[in-house]
């Protein structure tokens, strides 16, 4: 487990190079992208979170009902979830789309500069953590 935490690490610190040294968006092209296609690349980004599929496997069983027919009672606690689920994830993009919309062009890329830094300080921290408790410090 420490292996795949330190590549981890490793990974994070990446995506932070490279959120950090990105060239700068252009506003236009941020607003040519067709809406279908970004539902479509964020659901299945979303189904393939290891997050949501650990929770489904762990957590939702112990809410089934065992009264009703399991494929109804795991079927409605799922439907609930991608409904709630959804439901916080457009509003976290309407409340984005309004402040982007606020922001002017030099404000979004220091924002960008700023989360990439913060990106690789974490990584920066799980990886010492972990080379640290494999050589037992």
Known sequence: MTVLS?????????VGISGFKSIEINR???????NLALF???FFTGISNPKDIIFFITLLPQFINQSIPYFVSATSLTVGWVIVDFSI???????ANIIAKKLNQSAI???RKASGFLIIIIGLTLFIKNINYLIGL
């Open 28 to 34: 236009a092209d941020i607003y040519e992208h067709n």
């Open 89 to 95: 994830m457009m509003g976290y993009a309407i409340i």
């Open 40 to 42: 479509k690349e964020s």
């Open 6 to 14: 330190i590549l981890g690490a490793i990974l994070l610190i990446y």
């Open 109 to 111: 890329n220091k924002m």
